[in-house]
């Protein structure tokens, strides 16, 4: 096949023109182009002769069409020669000759795919092309008809001539925009002009944007879907996907895309299950009729599977016969079974998103019991502590006063979480944020005071206003205190130390009990759950910290064992940071 250019190249030399005459018979031009004919045979003749038997099949037209075209123009040479001109006759006859010997070489092109090359257009410039070419042929073999019936000079001719041109002008534009015509046309264009049916990189830069497009646009069920169908022009799908709710896998109707939802729920037993061999096959519905998923589903076409390294086979998508039917290939099938695993990971990726979205729902859910049942064990505490002093101070009036204070505020300490409870999200859906400005003297004052002598409180200088909520600073140090008066000894006072210090507002919690290890308080302390108390709940000390830090302060720990530990809290200062109706999403979900 090497020398087959070469023939083209020398038979399809441009000829001569009526007006070329020979002054002499020697003439230079006109024994070039003898030589170059007859060389043309000669090597026509040598493709052929020397081409193994097996492999002639390929080149027989090939060397009739050129080594004709030689041979004719040998013939017209050797005429002018004789007659010291060209005869007109003979060259217009060229043309013929070479018209007739065009459709050898496009029956040899078809034969042997071996001719074929890939076009350096792109597709979609070939596919406009085209579509131009055949508008303007079928513009013009319309005009040419109504030149017809205007010559045939009627009174009509006129309106059926205009009526011609407006109709098909509508037909164009009706073909134009039909995507069945489109498709079919571009059909046509592929297997004709390209080697491969499919361009993959325009097919994967489409299944990207699909894939990646917002959840806005379309939901991810229908983007999965429409990922297969796109690259084989099929119009329509249903996407079936697994489930286990007894522990045997079925594929139940999950979206449709241009069908009505379907009742479909394929169980083990149905033939698609084995037709699909474990999600490596694909499906022709032609081949393996299913009449019930025609019922449900509309006319199939075929049942691509999603199948995913780990979870193994989560869906099969169904699709519709496409606009313009083709014959299915290898490369057709290898295409659907790439995008089938890619669609697999995105959905597979969805469905653990959803379920990691939800797990963290319930884990806030349960972190606001836990932080409920927390203040309501803070409560608790205070309403015990008030009992039993009640045995020794009931008579005395100032406190039954005391009494009655603290138990209207564990009451409506309680009423302020059940409300909270069934409005979980109220304060992130905008409601007022209490004010963030506090004086953390009169704060740790009551604190003080509600302690029944345990504590200490030293204020050094004037510390000025908190940046931290009321609510926010009460929990945080109430749980700090109580600690502290946990593990002191008997009878020892816990001292709380309020000062300011470069340029922050900080205060001490100092308690002389058995401290604890760096290890401890790296480990276990601020851990969620992690506590060392028989009866602790582990979520105190980590709700105390992340409180203060929301409000832009932070907790550290002074300790060892033996000497006691220091809680040592910083606050931003309210005139440094406009606080006015900030709040933070970390301190009402703490509180919430």
């Known amino acids: 096949l090497w020398a087959l250019p070469f023939l083209a190249a020398a038979a399809l030399v441009p000829g001569p023109t009526a007006a070329l005459a020979l002054p002499t018979l020697g003439s230079p031009a006109l024994l070039a182009r003898l030589g170059l004919a007859l060389a043309t045979v000669l090597l026509a003749e040598n493709v052929w002769r020397n081409t193994d038997e097996a492999a002639r099949w390929h080149v027989n037209l090939p060397c009739i069409a050129f080594g004709g075209l030689a041979a004719f123009d040998v013939f017209v040479y050797a005429d002018a020669v004789l007659a010291r001109a060209f005869s007109v006759p003979l060259l217009d006859a060229r043309a013929v000759v070479t018209a007739l010997a065009m459709p050898l ?17 792109s597709r979609t410039v070939v596919f406009h092309g085209a579509t131009l070419v055949v508008g303007g042929v079928f513009l013009l073999g319309i005009g040419l008809a109504g030149e017809v019936v205007r010559h045939l000079g009627a009174d ?7 009526s011609l041109l407006a109709g098909a002008a509508l037909a164009l534009l009706v073909a134009v925009s039909s995507q069945s015509v489109r498709s079919r046309l571009r059909r046509q264009i592929v297997d004709n002009f390209f080697t491969a049916r499919h361009d993959y990189r325009r097919e994967w830069l489409r299944t990207v944007a699909t894939l990646s497009a917002a959840d806005a646009e379309a939901p991810p069920a229908l983007r999965a879907i429409r990922a297969i169908a796109d690259p084989v022009d099929s119009p329509a799908g249903v996407l079936l996907l697994r489930e286990e709710p007894d522990g045997a896998p079925r594929f139940a109707w999950a979206q449709s895309w241009n069908r009505p939802a379907a009742p479909a729920s394929l169980g083990p037993e149905h033939p698609l299950f084995g037709a699909l061999r474990d999600g490596t096959w694909i499906v022709e519905f032609a081949e393996a009729p299913l009449p019930d998923l025609n019922q449900a589903c509309g006319p199939l076409w075929l049942a691509v599977p999603l199948p995913h390294h780990r979870e193994g086979l989560i869906g099969i998508v169904l699709l519709a016969p496409p606009r313009a039917p083709f014959p299915l290939d290898g490369e057709t099938f290898d295409l659907l079974r790439t995008l ?48 039993a002093n009640a045995e020794d101070h009931m008579q005395d009036p100032e406190f039954q006063r005391d009494m009655l204070l603290t138990v209207r505020a564990a009451a409506d300490r309680i009423n302020t979480l059940i409300a909270r409870l069934r409005q979980p999200e109220a304060e992130d859906e905008g409601s007022a944020p209490a004010a963030l400005r506090i004086d953390p003297a009169v704060r740790l004052a009551a604190i003080a005071a509600a302690r029944q002598g345990r504590v200490i409180l030293e204020v050094e200088g004037e510390p000025g206003l908190a940046a931290i909520g009321a609510e926010a600073f009460d929990a945080a140090v109430t749980h700090l205190v109580n600690n ?6 008997p009878g020892e006072m816990v001292r709380l130390r309020l000062a300011r210090a470069a340029g922050r507002i900080v205060i001490e919690i100092i308690d002389r009990g058995p401290g604890m290890s760096a290890e401890f308080v790296r480990d276990v302390l601020f851990r969620p759950l992690g506590t060392a108390k028989p009866r602790g709940s582990g979520i105190g000390a980590w709700q105390a910290r992340e409180l203060l830090r929301a409000a832009g302060g932070n907790l550290s720990v002074l300790t060892r064992p033996g000497a006691g530990t220091t809680m040592r809290i910083e606050l931003a200062p309210a005139d440094r940071r406009d606080t006015a109706g900030e709040t933070t999403q970390i301190e009402r979900r703490m509180r919430a």
């Open 156 to 162: 009509w001719s006129r309106a059926v001539q205009i």
């Open 484 to 489: 502290a008066i946990d593990a002191s000894p």
């Open 340 to 387: 089938g695993r890619e669609v697999a990971m995105f959905l597979a990726e969805r469905r653990a998103a959803e379920r990691l979205a939800e797990s963290r729902r319930l884990a806030d859910y349960a972190k606001r019991f836990a932080f409920v049942a927390h203040d309501v064990k803070t409560v608790s505490h205070q309403l015990s502590l008030l009992l």
């Open 105 to 121: 070489l496009a029956i040899a092109a078809v034969r042997d795919r071996r001719w074929r090359r890939q076009l350096p257009l």
